[in-house]
Structures are given as structure tokens and as C-alpha cells.
């Protein structure tokens, strides 16, 4: 479709091609005229009469209905449809299977695509995708107007279209609704060869420059929005920016002979080819950290500076995918929420939604064809789900859902300084997790009353190089200084999987989410572990010190890192230097194995904490970061709770304090169950403090305990139905 030949001699070529290539007998496509009348424009298999002289009726035949519902339909006989409608001039009576795809430009179908066969087969879900892959070329190809002109193509986009629910997947929680503002990526670079190299060479560095200088300006402006997880994020993204491999490709690739624009894209493609084949998701995710970057740097050759972009009020940011620096370009105050085609709950621009409290939607397949600028969307956080053009009653009720949610949030910032105390007077600690000295704010702001997690890999992942000792224990000591006399717990390096640090020479694994990472790294390189366990030691100097080993799989590696810190006190010792006044050593039960051998593990340990996240992910063999199956499983089922309760057993047998740090202890529900399980310590993310404090302050927990007691024999595959019938039955807050 991008030759050089009339619109219409590379429609039939196009029509040939599919045909051959999907071994259909015939391969036709329709274009909507401004009438709303369907016109065959091209086809091979059909009589080629019938081209431009065939027109079906809106809403005639099996075309009119793909054309209508703006939907696929596969058909194994289509004859037999009641929509079906025979065109003699046509010649199509011998056919019976057919597979029909709407070519959408704006959320309004501008056409039909359609393969038939004369055999009654049934196309599979790869043949669907493809058709419906190759219908979206096409109607950017039929937009270009080419094939119809341009007023005839505003006559149909601008007709009225029906409302539209998609399901996606939740990645930032929230409720929002606007106006739609498509994100743009720059176009490809029309001039590949350079004429003048050295030049080439001048305008890519300083477009690097100003890269990097961009992205150091959104960190300095982001240092009073966000926090923890999502400033290391912009952080390692600028890391990106500064990657060797990166920029000498971009380098080389000018040396012969490219434009500075072919080099970004020449890299780029190079990038997505190599990335798009890895098998671990976390990797496949950090090619949109380079395809941000490329955009970006296309953007700044192209003369555009990068800044602050306008918005309308209530702007509805849609795009395929996004990188965390371009979201924080748009203001704030006007961004409402964001609805993405692709990524993950993972990605890096759902983290920094997430941290700037902005409702997110993504894998919403399809989106961008569906809808014009200007729309009118919802996002729904709550459930994954958006609507597109909703009817007045919808929009109502979304408004009134938000008035409620606005009303919790005072409610939540009232019960900051309230202690967290269920009905029948059981004292519940609830504790805050966090990343980097910029979380301790949250301390303060959610009435937390301690850090449970405090993850100190996010200081290793931000850095180019291994950060040294005197800086590590500057961290540590910021910590403490700032969290006084409210606990801290530090998780020593948690490092592998899907956290890599670009300094770190690592063998290449099949799957590194079971593979050497966590302690079984910090064993294998004790000088790794043993310097931050010194930079700790020294950092808690004559005040209590919580240390806490990840990723524990037997009961020899715990023994074998508590060692570790037992010589890193008696080296401080010989040397005169204060050790902690109190030096609490535990563990964090994350690998299934432990289960079966916590009465060897928990005489071990001064306190243990649960990190569902892995737990779970282990339980189920289903990788958390993997749109795919992370969604297979539910927490809330009897498995996964029986586990819970029996760790939680054996601690309170032991007198081992125990508390759970994953994102299970910060939504209300989950909390609740792990109320009812016996656990009274939890460690949250800071949005989900006040929402469970408000559950605690409503719960009666002796009710809870019998009514769990009785769901856990259950063999349903999920209790989540049965535990919120039982926090309404007792009047508990969700």
C-alpha cells in the first residue's frame, strides 16, 4: 500500500496478496460512502464486474453487520446466517465460510475486509487477529483519501456512532472521565542519507545532550510529585538514556552514512527486534523505555523542544503505549486519566500514573481505531474498563461514583492520626512501604507508623555504577534520621529476575524470575551483601537496626547471611565502631519451600515478614509481570489462605512476630482476610493505608475468625464472592 502505482491498482494487489497469503478463495474489500452505503472496491474471487458497481444498504448482509457492530465476524456457513444477503452480480453462492473485519478510522467503520472459502471451515484466532492487523493498515491507507475524498470521509466520521464498553486491565486505580487527546509518536525520517556526515554527527550529539538535559529537568520537577517506586523509574529511564550500548549504536550508525533521524530509527528497529523475541516480560517492557527515548530524540531533531504540552481541562490522554518522561510532560491539573492499547500493570508509565494518582486503563486492544480526538471517554480504574461516547445515564453514574470516592479521601485524611483498632480492641500495626528517602514523606501523610518494607535495591538500579560505601550508608542513616523512633525494616538487595543492574555482569537466564537473584546472588558475591550490611551496621550506629533477607529457600542460605552479618559486627568490633544499640535479623517468606520448614527456620529468626507478591506467583506458577497469566489465579482462595494461615500459625506458636509486606495487605478486602487469619501487622503501599484503616476501625474480628474458619475448606478456585458477602453480613467497610 505505500508503493509508488494508482490507489486502486494496489488495492487489487492488496486483495491478491491476502488471498494467497490466507489461502482464501476470495479476498474482497468494501468502502463506505457518504450515503452509508457499503461499495465493493476491490476483490479476487468475485466477479471483477461487480467491482464499484455492488452496493449494500447499511446494514445489509453479513458486510452491513460487520459494518454496523464494528465488530469481526467468522462464519464456518455463512448462508445459513439470518444477516446473510446473496448478490447475484457478485457470483459468491459457492462460498460458505467468511471472515469479515471493519476497517475503523475514529471509532466509525469506513469499510469491511473480507476473505471467504468455499469449504465450511472455521478461522482461527490467529487468522481473526491478522485479518483485523491488516484492516487497520488499510484504513489509514483509505484515510489518506486516496480512494475516497476527503469531504466524503468527514461526511463519515463525523456521523454519530453508538456507545462502546472495552475491557482492559486495571493499571492505576482511580475514576475519571474527559475528552479525548491522542498521544502522537513522530512520523519516520523522510531523508536517510546524510549529505554532509560531520554535520550528522554534530546534530546527534546535541540532540542527545538536550535529551538527557530534558529528562534531568522532569527529575528535578518531579522531586515534589513523586516518590519511591516511580522516581526510580524516571531515574533508571534517564539511566537509559546514558547507556553506552545506546548511544554508540546511534554513533555508528551515522558513521555510515545515515541522517541523524535514519540513525534513531535504524537503532530503533534494531532495539525492537532484539527485544520483541525475549521471553521474560519484564525485558519486553524496557523496549518501551527505548522507544520512548527514540520518539523523544526524533521530537528534538525535528526541532521540536520537549516541555509542558497544552491540554483541554479535562483531557483523557490516549495512546498505544507510553514512556514515564512524556506523560510527566503533560500538566498535571488537566491530565484526567490515561488509556493505553498495550503495556502492563508493570510498565513504567503505569507506575508514575499510579504515583501521580491518575486513573489508568491499558491493554485495551483496538482503542485508538475506535475513537476521534475530542471524544467523550470514562475511565474506570476500579473495574478495567472504559466507555467510549457514553449514554447521559452512564455519565451520571460514574459523576456520583466519584463524588463518593472524593468523600472517602477526607475520610481517609481524618483517620491519619486515629490508631488502627478493630471493634473487639485487637491493636493492629500498620506500616508503610517504601523505596527511596523521598517515600519517607508518606510517613507523615498517611499517619503510617513505620516503614515495613524499605526496598534498597531502587539506590543500586538508579546509580551507573556501584554505589560505594559512604553513599549507602548516607541513604540508610536519611532513613532512619528522618523515620526517628518509628521503626524501619531494610530488605538487603533484591536484585535478578526483573530488577537488572547495568554495571552487574550477568550470565543470560532461561527464566530469571527462578533463576540467581535476591540472596542467592548476595551469596554468591558476599562482597555485594557484606558491603551493604557494613553500610547499614555504620548507618544505625547506637539505635535499633530491622534487617531482612529476600527470596529465603532453605534454611542453609538463611544461616549462611545471618553469618555474613555476624562478621561484618565482629569486623566493626576489632576496628572500635558502634554497632546498633538493638540488631533484629529475619527473613522474608517468599518461596513455597519454607512452608514445609518453618519449625527449622523461624528459632532462626528475630521476625519473618510474607511477600505475597512472590509467594503467590510461585504458588501458582504464573509470572506476576506477565499480562498473559498474572490475572489466572486469585489471592483470595482457599490454597493461598491455607498457606497464609499456617505460616501465621507457626509464628504465633514460635512467639515469632510475622507481618505481610506485599500488595495484598494494602487493598481492604485481602486485608480483611488476613485480619480473620490472625496476622496484626501489615505492611502497605502508601495509597492503600487509609482504605485499610478504615476497614480495621469497622472489623469485629472474633465474627471474621468463625466465618473464615469456614470458607477455607471450600473447593472453589476463589472465596473472594463469599469474603465480601461476609464483610457486608458484618457490617465491615471495603
Not at 463506505?32 to 466477479?47: I, N, V
Not at 475511565?379 to 449514554?391: K, S
Not at 508518606?442 to 516503614?451: C, K, P, Q, R, V
Not at 472489623?699 to 473447593?715: H, Q
Request: with cysteine; charged share 25%.
Amino acid at each position: 500500500m505505500a508503493g509508488a502505482a494508482p490507489a486502486q491498482q494496489r488495492l487489487d494487489t492488496v486483495v491478491r496478496i491476502i488471498a494467497q497469503s490466507m489461502v482464501a478463495e476470495v479476498c474482497s474489500i468494501y468502502l463506505r460512502r457518504a450515503s452509508g452505503e457499503l461499495e465493493l472496491f476491490a476483490t479476487q474471487g468475485l466477479k471483477p464486474e461487480a467491482v464499484h458497481n455492488t452496493r449494500l444498504r447499511p446494514g445489509e448482509g453479513l458486510v452491513g453487520e460487520v459494518a454496523r457492530t464494528a465488530e469481526p465476524i467468522s462464519l464456518s456457513d455463512a448462508p445459513s446466517h439470518p444477516s446473510f444477503a446473496y448478490r447475484p452480480e457478485t457470483g459468491e453462492d459457492p462460498y460458505h465460510a467468511f471472515l469479515g473485519a471493519p476497517l475503523l478510522r475514529g471509532g466509525r467503520a469506513i469499510g469491511v475486509l473480507v476473505v471467504q472459502n468455499r469449504s465450511e471451515r472455521r478461522y482461527d484466532e490467529e487468522e481473526v487477529e491478522d485479518i483485523q492487523t491488516i484492516a487497520m493498515v488499510l484504513a489509514e491507507t483509505v484515510a489518506s483519501g486516496e480512494l475516497l475524498a476527503q469531504d466524503e470521509l468527514r461526511d463519515i466520521e463525523v456521523a454519530p456512532h453508538r456507545p462502546e464498553r472495552l475491557k482492559g486491565q486495571r493499571f492505576a486505580e482511580g475514576l475519571a472521565y474527559g475528552h479525548v487527546v491522542l498521544h502522537e509518536a513522530p512520523v519516520p525520517p523522510e531523508n536517510l542519507l546524510a549529505e554532509d556526515q560531520q554535520a550528522e554527527e554534530i546534530r546527534l550529539r546535541e540532540a542527545l545532550t538536550a535529551l538527557k538535559a530534558n529528562i534531568d529537568s522532569l527529575l528535578e520537577g518531579g522531586q515534589g510529585k513523586l516518590a519511591g517506586t516511580s522516581f526510580e523509574v524516571l531515574e533508571t529511564y534517564r539511566m537509559f538514556a546514558d547507556d553506552r550500548g545506546w548511544n554508540r549504536s546511534l554513533e555508528e550508525a551515522v558513521r555510515t552514512g545515515l541522517t541523524a533521524e535514519a540513525a534513531v530509527d535504524r537503532v530503533r528497529n534494531e532495539h525492537r527486534a532484539r527485544f520483541a523475541t525475549a521471553r521474560d516480560p519484564y525485558i519486553r517492557e524496557r523496549l518501551h523505555d527505548f522507544e520512548d527515548l527514540a520518539n523523544r530524540l526524533l521530537r528534538l531533531l525535528a526541532g521540536d523542544r520537549p516541555g509542558e504540552r497544552d491540554l483541554p481541562d479535562d483531557a483523557i490522554l490516549v495512546a498505544r503505549n507510553l514512556g514515564p518522561a512524556d506523560l510527566l510532560e503533560y500538566p498535571r491539573h488537566k491530565l484526567r486519566g490515561l488509556l493505553l492499547e498495550e503495556g502492563s500493570a508493570a510498565s513504567h508509565a503505569a507506575i508514575v500514573a499510579r504515583a501521580l494518582q491518575i486513573p489508568c486503563v491499558g491493554r485495551l486492544m483496538g482503542l485508538r481505531d475506535r475513537l476521534s480526538e475530542g471524544d467523550l471517554v470514562i475511565v474506570d480504574g476500579e473495574t478495567g474498563e472504559t466507555y467510549l461516547r457514553p449514554r447521559p445515564d452512564m455519565l451520571a453514574a460514574v459523576q456520583s461514583r466519584m463524588e463518593v470516592r472524593s468523600e472517602r479521601q477526607a475520610e481517609f485524611t481524618r483517620l491519619r492520626d486515629v490508631a488502627a483498632v478493630t471493634l473487639d480492641g485487637t491493636r493492629i500495626t500498620l506500616l508503610t512501604n517504601a523505596g527511596l528517602a523521598v517515600d519517607l514523606e508518606n510517613l507523615d501523610a498517611t499517619g503510617a507508623e513505620g516503614i515495613g518494607l524499605f526496598r534498597t535495591e531502587f539506590q543500586f538500579m538508579v546509580s551507573e555504577e556501584l554505589p560505594r560505601l559512604d553513599s549507602q550508608a548516607a541513604l540508610y542513616k536519611l532513613v532512619l534520621d528522618t523515620a526517628g523512633d518509628r521503626p524501619v525494616t531494610f530488605r538487603t538487595l533484591d536484585i535478578g529476575g526483573d530488577k537488572v543492574l547495568p554495571y552487574l555482569v550477568t550470565e543470560r537466564e532461561e527464566n530469571p524470575a527462578l533463576g540467581r537473584r535476591a540472596i542467592r546472588l548476595g551469596l554468591d558475591r558476599p562482597g555485594l551483601l557484606r558491603l551493604q550490611l557494613r553500610a547499614l551496621l555504620t548507618a544505625a550506629a547506637g539505635r535499633e537496626l530491622r534487617v531482612m533477607f529476600p527470596m529465603i529457600a532453605t534454611v542453609d542460605e538463611f544461616r549462611a547471611a545471618r553469618d555474613l552479618v555476624d562478621v561484618e559486627c565482629a569486623w566493626a568490633r576489632r576496628r572500635g565502631r558502634a554497632l546498633p544499640a538493638l540488631l533484629r535479623v529475619g527473613a522474608m517468606i517468599e518461596c513455597p519451600s519454607l512452608l514445609w520448614h518453618l519449625d527449622a527456620l523461624l528459632p532462626l529468626t528475630d521476625f519473618v515478614s510474607i511477600g505475597t507478591n512472590d509467594l503467590f506467583q510461585y504458588m501458582f506458577a504464573a509470572d506476576r509481570t506477565n499480562p498473559l497469566v498474572s490475572d489466572r489465579y486469585d489471592p483470595l482462595s482457599p490454597p493461598a489462605l491455607r498457606a497464609l494461615a499456617e505460616i501465621q500459625k507457626k509464628c504465633a506458636d514460635t512467639g515469632t512476630p510475622v507481618s505481610v509486606c506485599g500488595e495484598l495487605a494494602g487493598r481492604p478486602l485481602e486485608a480483611f482476610a488476613l485480619l480473620t487469619l490472625g496476622y496484626t501487622r501489615l505492611s502497605a503501599p502508601a495509597g492503600g493505608v487509609g482504605p485499610v484503616k478504615r476497614m480495621i476501625l469497622s472489623a469485629d474480628l472474633p465474627a471474621a475468625r468463625r466465618g473464615m474458619a469456614n470458607l477455607l475448606g471450600s473447593s472453589s478456585g476463589s472465596i473472594r464472592g463469599e469474603l465480601e458477602s461476609l464483610a457486608r453480613k458484618l457490617n465491615i467497610t471495603i
